[in-house]
């Protein structure tokens, strides 16, 4: 089984600097996605980037990119010009490719990310 | 699309109460995700269903979860007898076979007193 691991409960960073929130995972499997969700106050989930495997080249959206590192198996979310309202969990999580159907998302125990005025 | 709706939003009962919480996936979605989160252990699958049908149920804590989906629009998580360790925030989420991310509802948080 396929497992997810974000090693900082808690992270902050001071409005407009750069913050990095660590995720590891464990597979055996070639093919695959890794998502970044963050969850403010409300509770919604709301997807921040999304990365396939079999492409070697980090997702950006935005502010939002990633260092996919497949051999390691690591995949950190760099956080560029932090905002007030960036602050929230952050789930890291991952879901096969490899199995016919869809399949569930597994996720990390997440990260609270406090935003300093 | 108004996305997918879980219903109700909060939900008090007493210990040994039946709770019925409901759901209603992203229309022309075929995948239906329930989850429940905790502080202590996160965002856990409870089952999963692909075209209505039941996939894997292996997260289901006991006999007292159940879960249906007895059409396309429509999914049922089902806690009888409740008890206080329910406790927590229970999240819907629908995808299709040309999404690779999850669309998740609002959640619907349970306290078991």
């Known amino acids: 089984a396929q497992t997810v691991t974000q090693s900082q409960p808690e992270m902050s960073v001071q409005e407009a600097e750069t913050v990095t929130l660590s995720c590891t995972y464990d597979t055996s499997e070639s093919d695959y996605y890794l998502f970044w969700y963050k969850q403010p106050p409300s509770r919604q989930m709301i997807l921040v980037i999304r990365?396939?495997?079999?492409?070697?080249q980090n997702a950006t959206e935005n502010r939002f990119s990633v260092n996919f590192q497949k051999a390691a198996k690591s995949f950190s979310l760099k956080i560029s010009d932090s905002q007030l309202g960036d602050a929230a969990m952050y789930f890291c999580a991952y879901r096969s490719a490899e199995v016919s159907g869809n399949t569930p998302l597994v996720f990390g125990k997440g990260t609270r990310l406090s935003v300093i005025a | 699309d108004a996305g997918v709706i879980q219903s109700p939003r909060h939900e008090v009962t007493e210990m040994g109460q039946e709770v019925t919480l409901r759901c209603k996936p992203i229309?022309?979605?075929?995948?239906l995700f329930w989850y429940r989160q905790t502080m202590m252990r996160g965002l856990e699958l409870l089952i999963y269903f692909n075209n209505n049908v039941p996939i894997d149920d292996s997260g289901m804590p006991e006999d007292r979860f159940s879960a249906k989906m007895p059409n396309a629009s429509f999914s049922t998580l089902k806690i009888q007898p409740s008890e206080p360790r329910d406790s927590a925030v229970y999240f819907c989420?629908?995808?299709?076979?040309?999404?690779?991310?999850?669309?998740f509802g609002q959640g619907t948080r349970l306290t078991v007193v």
């Open positions: 229309s022309g979605h075929n995948s």
């Open positions: 989420a629908s995808t299709t076979d040309w999404n690779t991310e999850a669309f």
């Open positions: 990365q396939e495997a079999y492409k070697q």
